[in-house]
């Protein structure tokens, strides 16, 4: 079963089409994050913007790669939230339309449950039940999942996504945008110890928040100079030395993968899965890997690290599921967007 999959949900165009689930045909992805770096974030209308110029030939281009024609494609597969409305709207009407004009059966997908697909693409080949740490910019979720479909939200941050830390402390140290690229870089020329930053207790024990650790970054920051320039603000990058941005990147990559790790080890622990998946763009952090590797003594996988940050094989993959699992097919002249759609 050939299943075509387009994303939307944030700056990357993306189709790509799977066949049974797991064998990775293409994957034509399009971005606008040079268009949003000067801007240090996504701008939505640009975002939007870049969608309608791209989605047309990155659809072509997944067809023409994977070697197929309309004929050869068994359903759609769209991401339907969560993510930018503007975004959301432009991959799905593409959806709607293609499977009306071709009449190809249409699956509504969650973009943050896709990341989990991701991790079953060849070579990988996980198992049920397994326990998934969706890390991106938009979202830290522990889930455990029986089946695809059949999953159990353990805990979610309560304020930022550990990516959207990521970013917002690159922000503080003047490092490019995006921030989880760049801290992990700076922080391989710094002390892990050089600063102690909190980790947050809250009363969900599966739950994270980030937004204390970003705001305790930029105490220390000001501190450390001497001056209380306000966040966003040049002048404040500009004061700090490189060996004290590498001690802060550094600091600050220790503390919040320890956070994220504290959580998945306990619910191994509690759910004894037989694979632990962890996925989104934040699984591409090199830091987060090795010490995964030293703390958890279940099997872990990642996703391949171009299938960690959004794209439309995971999209597929995830149809793919939904085909398997019975889940229904929606109407295309009918699918809604849901730009806050939770799992
Ligand atoms: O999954 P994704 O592409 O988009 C969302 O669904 O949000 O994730 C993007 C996030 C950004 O916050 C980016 O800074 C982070 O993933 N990221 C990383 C790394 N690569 C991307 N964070 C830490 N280390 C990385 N190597
Ligand atoms: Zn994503």
């Known amino acids: 079963m050939k299943v075509l999959g387009i994303e939307s949900s944030c700056d990357e165009t993306s189709a790509a089409v799977i066949e049974d689930g797991t064998s990775l045909l293409s994957n034509v992805v399009a971005t606008s994050l040079d268009l949003h770096a000067q801007f240090g974030g996504v701008v939505p209308e640009i975002a939007a913007r870049s969608h309608i110029e791209y989605i047309t030939p990155v659809i072509e281009q997944s067809l023409e790669q994977a070697g197929c024609d309309w004929p050869d494609i068994d359903a759609i597969a769209v991401t339907r939230g969560p993510g930018l409305g503007g975004s959301l709207l432009v991959g799905t ?11 190809k059966p249409l699956y509504g997908i969650n973009h943050v449950q896709a990341h989990v697909a991701a991790a079953f693409i060849e070579p990988n080949k996980p198992t049920f039940p397994l326990l998934a740490l969706i890390v991106s910019g938009g979202h830290s979720q522990l889930v455990y999942f029986k089946s695809f479909f059949d999953y159990k939200l353990l805990g979610q941050t309560q304020d930022d996504a550990v990516g959207e ?5 690159a922000k503080i140290l003047g490092l490019p945008y995006p921030g989880g ?47 209380d320039y306000s966040f966003p603000s040049h002048k404040l990058s500009e004061c700090l030395s490189e060996a004290q941005k590498a001690d802060f990147a550094a600091s600050f ?30 699984a591409a952090n090199q830091y987060l890997r090795t010490t995964a590797e030293e703390r958890l003594s279940t099997p872990v996988i990642y996703p391949e690290f171009k299938l960690c940050t ?7 993959a995830a149809g793919y599921f939904a085909h398997q699992e019975n889940q229904t097919t929606v109407d295309p002249f009918a699918l809604e967007i ?3 759609l939770s799992m």
Not at 165 to 169: H, I, P
Not at 201 to 217: I, P, Q
Not at 310 to 316: E, F, L, R, S, T
Request: a neutral charge.
């Open 310 to 316: 959004d794209n439309g094989a995971m999209i597929a």
């Open 253 to 282: 990559e220790h503390i919040a993968v320890e956070t994220l790790l504290d959580k998945l080890t306990s619910a191994a622990e509690e759910y004894s899965p037989a694979w632990i998946v962890i996925a989104g763009g934040v």
């Open 165 to 169: 830390a990521f970013d917002k402390v």
């Open 181 to 227: 690229p760049s801290i992990g870089k700076e922080a391989l020329e710094g002390n892990r110890l050089a600063y102690k930053f909190p980790k947050a207790k809250l009363e969900g024990k599966y739950d994270f928040s980030f937004s204390g650790l970003k705001t305790a970054v930029l105490r220390a920051a000001q501190a450390e100079i001497g001056e």
């Open 93 to 103: 009407l593409a959806a709607r339309t293609l499977a009306i004009l071709k009449n």
């Open 338 to 340: 849901q730009p806050s």
